[in-house]
């Protein structure tokens, strides 16, 4: 967490003078309230987002009345009718694993956080490794999706915990692909050195490098991320329409509302993944904007992509199970290797 | 003593027996999201693959062929509409004309426009309902909600004909309830006007979509001759390309004046007889329907449309198997009649009884996702599986 | 065809079984024996010129002394009709099946036997389809009684009683 304290005692010095285990702890617990607060306020105004969307696409208002302004406060009021709803627990369920599930899948979601570069200073964790922490842990979260299906004792719940483990082990494949591509490239897989590799103005982000290459990996990246997020229309693991609510059938109010954030959660950070490799993170497009600070670009271009994936999802249906891993194993998976290839190929030449 | 894993030696290495896999017996309702009501259907299951369903009725059984046989024949009209609760006006048509035959009445011109511009306009409104749940079974949320817009402008029309929105209790014997009001007539008009360039709106969003064609094409076909067999009618049985609607093949009221196709499923994006099909037979039935709409209020007569008949009315001795075509298809109504103020017998032929009797014998070998998608396609109304 | 040729050719074929034939009322039907029911509906089916490929409506109807099952048949090819009518006695009401013939049999058989207790013969799964399996009576008989209560469930409301003694 070098860049991360040097970033703190630029900007309070005096943390310099305090003993160096007490600095550390102090940053460290801020950074991680910071965070957390962070996916809490994102989950919140996504949702509010969602149903705005969702709303506006199919030609009514949505929310309109609580806070006044367009409703604005209407995912408080039900993240506080979740908190204070009765938490039952089914009579034949696995209790420990029934509660353990909720903060498994929360817990791989929020710790994908440590890695992300919101700046050319502010990431809590520059590992050198980063992005294949990032995988790894956001993988984590398809134990999270299984225990609660399979703890559930529902066979609606376990229908749709196979369907996650299933779908979400195998998209992991054209996801590390795609990303491979322009690792390949960069020669690095730590995320800061990921984004300064990409430096200058926007023709020198990876997503126009070896073009149409990398566009297309991007692509290949984008599709499989919505299937590992468990997002329209790859959301077979909850397809209400098929399997009631799928692994959180039986969850209710707090936990419920853990899945929930969790699921939220995971958007931005595959779409914050997209954006470090693909989209010149916290870059600004070109240099005379460079007067915007990197945060907001990095969280504007995230935002960007979590829209076009809540557009997809009130736009398309779902797709079959079949039609899930024909997509993924025939169509995503040969096409990432061929664009490895000859990304290797245009590189060797 | 437990038995080692490790074997003593390599050569009582043995080939490991295969696991273990049985059927899974699972409950699909009568409380899931896509069962279009309290329909419950027992699956046995390998894995994702169907190997039976067997479909089990009776939940919303409300006894309307004993109330029918212990009210008066004017009675039984409000319970018809409770039948299909998404298409009552076409269910009162098809009893009420049933016992104008049987009475040898003549209704007025001005009524008989009135019972078909109302019957084609539910039509629209139940397959808008039948385009919008399917798009929700397969996974499309917003198709749902731009059907919802239209159809609410057939109910404000029909609110403003017969005061009410979803039980109509309009169609009565001799006529109907009330005349249409001062410039209800350019309001229809005005609606389908609106209306058809809508249908695009569909085909774009779901109809042409590629995951839809994906999920829908070559799914649950029922052959031609299964169908009949299994007396599937209607938009159902059109989708398997057999060219049949009472409104040409057996034509009651005025249908006969009116010129208008008969929709078939033609296997454009698979097998014939497909869900995709039979949801197409409906997408185009719409259009059909707005046609004869239009006709009818072209040639929409002067005078008062409103029922001449007494309330109290005896319907001579007989019996009589009445058939409409409602947007389920063939609804019948066998009457008996013992010349009593009170029918002696009122059965009905349900439809959606009928069509939703074939999912057992198209279901094995199908996936749940499928299955879904299957029931969808038949578009049940369990108020009327039931009665 | 026209119901009296439809009527001929059963005469020819099967000379017994054909109780009357009434061609004045509005949709002429045809009343026959239960014992070869079957075989004529197979007849009827599967003979060309007649072609009856579709059963339209199968209802039970309680006449009184006896109870019966009309069969309303459609030839999508020839496009014509007959009413079948089959009368059995209240204590021993058994016909054949026609599920075998025409599957939508299958499940009206089924609402036939739930509310009228006939019993059809060789059918394949003869059980209650509306009600349920352990409901005792058959509530479409003319002579049905309403149960006080089923299964501890108290069915007519004590304040529905009285209305429905002064209609009556």
């Not at chain 1, 039900?78 to 420990?96: H, N, S, W, Y």
């Not at chain 2, 299951?45 to 004017?74: M, V």
């Not at chain 2, 001449?308 to 609804?331: C, H, Q, S």
């Not at chain 2, 959606?352 to 998608?373: E, K, R, T, W, Y």
Request: with cysteine.
């Amino acid at each position: 967490m070098e860049p991360l304290f040097q970033f703190f005692n630029n900007l309070f010095p005096f943390i310099s003078d305090w003993p160096e285990w007490l600095a550390h702890t102090v940053v460290g617990v801020v950074t991680v309230l910071l965070l957390f607060g962070f996916v809490a306020l994102f989950a919140l105004f996504a949702i509010w987002l969602e149903r705005k969307i969702s709303a506006h696409m199919q030609d009514r208002l949505g929310p309109m009345e609580v806070g006044g302004w367009h409703g604005w406060a209407q995912p408080i009021a039900d993240a506080i009718k979740l908190l204070v709803k009765e938490d039952i627990i089914p009579a034949m369920a696995d209790r420990t694993l029934f509660k353990l599930a909720p903060v498994i899948v929360f817990t791989a979601a929020l710790a994908g956080f440590a890695v992300l570069p919101w700046s050319q200073d502010f990431i809590p964790a520059d590992l050198n490794v980063g992005l294949l922490y990032i995988l790894s842990v956001s993988s984590f979260a398809v134990i999270g999706l299984l225990m609660g299906g399979w703890a559930s004792n529902n066979k609606w719940s376990l229908y749709g915990a196979m369907r996650a483990a299933s779908q979400m082990i195998s998209y992991e494949i054209p996801v590390a692909l795609a990303l491979l591509a322009v690792i390949m490239n960069a020669g690095t897989m730590s995320m800061r050195h990921l984004v300064i590799a990409q430096s200058g103005n926007i023709l020198d982000w990876n997503v126009f490098n070896f073009f149409p290459l990398t566009a297309v990996a991007f692509f290949i990246y984008f599709v499989a991320s919505l299937a590992e997020v468990n997002r329209t229309p790859f959301d077979l693991p909850e397809g209400e329409s098929e399997l009631v609510g799928g692994f959180h059938t039986e969850y209710s109010s707090m936990r419920f509302a853990f899945f929930f954030l969790g699921e939220y959660a995971n958007m931005y950070i595959v779409s914050a993944i997209a954006t470090t490799v693909f989209l010149g993170g916290w870059l600004a497009p070109f240099e005379a904007l460079n007067f915007i600070p990197g945060p907001i670009w990095f969280v504007g271009k995230a935002m960007t992509l979590v829209f076009i994936q809540m557009w997809l999802r009130w736009t398309l249906p779902r797709l079959r199970v079949d039609q899930l891993m024909y997509t993924c194993w025939k169509v995503l998976t040969p096409f990432s290797f061929a664009i490895i290839l000859l990304i290797g190929l245009w590189k060797v030449l | 003593m437990k038995k080692s894993n490790i074997p003593e030696s390599q050569f009582e290495l043995q080939v490991p027996e295969s696991l273990k896999t049985e059927e899974m017996t699972i409950s699909m309702g009568p409380q899931h999201p896509s069962t279009h009501g309290v329909l419950q259907v027992i699956l046995k299951t390998d894995g994702e693959i169907i190997n039976s369903a067997k479909p089990q009725i009776g939940y919303l059984h409300r006894c309307f062929e004993k109330h029918a046989e212990n009210i008066t024949w004017h009675q039984v009209i409000p319970f018809t509409d409770r039948l299909d609760y998404i298409a009552s006006m076409n269910n009162n048509l098809g009893y009420v004309i049933g016992i104008e035959r049987m009475m040898n009445l003549e209704v007025n011109e001005r009524a008989e426009h009135l019972r078909v511009v109302v019957s084609e306009l539910n039509r629209i409104a139940s397959h808008l309902i039948a385009l919008g749940t399917y798009g929700l079974d397969i996974g499309a949320f917003t198709p749902f909600l731009y059907v919802f817009r239209d159809r609410e402008k057939i109910l404000d029309l029909f609110e403003e004909i017969s005061g009410a929105r979803l039980l109509y209790n309009y169609i009565w014997v001799g006529g109907v309830a009330y005349d249409a009001p001062e410039g209800w007539r350019e309001k229809v008009l005005e609606f389908c006007d609106y209306f058809e360039p809508k249908i695009k709106e569909y085909n774009d969003i779901l109809t042409y979509n590629k995951i839809f064609i994906e999920r829908t094409a070559n799914v649950g076909v029922i052959p031609a001759e299964v169908g009949i067999s299994y007396g599937v009618s209607g938009p159902s049985l059109r989708g398997s390309g057999v060219n049949f609607d009472l409104r040409k093949d057996d034509p009651y009221s005025i249908y006969d004046r009116f010129d208008f196709n008969v929709v078939v499923g033609k296997g454009e994006m698979g097998t014939v007889g497909d869900t995709w099909d039979r949801y197409w037979v409906r997408v185009d039935e719409m259009v059909e329907s707005v046609k004869i709409i239009r006709q009818a209020l072209e040639n929409l007569p002067e005078g008062d449309a409103k029922e001449t008949v007494p309330r109290n009315i005896k319907v001579p001795a007989g019996e009589y198997y009445m058939r409409t075509e409602t947007p389920r298809g063939e609804l019948g109504f066998y009457i008996i009649s013992d010349g009593s103020k009170m029918p002696n017998r009122v059965k009905v032929r349900s439809p959606a009884f009928c069509n939703l009797s074939v999912l057992q014998a198209i279901a094995p070998g199908v996936m749940i996702a499928d299955l879904v998608a299957i029931i969808g396609s038949l578009d049940i109304v369990l108020g009327e599986v039931d009665r | 065809m026209t119901a009296q040729e439809i009527y001929n050719s059963i005469q020819e074929k099967f000379p017994d079984t054909i109780v009357e034939f009434n061609d004045s009322v509005l949709q002429p039907y045809i009343k026959l024996t239960p014992d070869q029911f079957n075989e004529v509906c197979q007849f009827l089916r599967d003979t060309d010129t007649l072609g009856f490929d579709a059963l339209m409506n199968l209802s039970g109807v309680d006449y009184g002394e006896e109870l019966g099952t009309v069969y309303h048949l459609y030839s999508m090819q020839h496009r014509h009709k007959i009413v079948l009518k089959v009368n059995v006695p209240r204590e021993h009401a058994e016909i054949p099946t026609v599920a075998d013939l025409w599957r939508t049999a299958d499940w009206h058989e089924r609402e036939v036997f739930d509310l009228y207790g006939i019993n059809f013969i060789n059918h394949p799964d003869m059980r209650r389809i509306l009600l349920p399996d352990d409901w005792e009576g058959y509530p479409l008989r003319k002579d049905y009684v309403q149960p006080e209560e089923y299964n501890g469930i108290t069915i007519a409301h004590p304040d529905m009683k009285g209305n429905s003694d002064e209609e009556k």
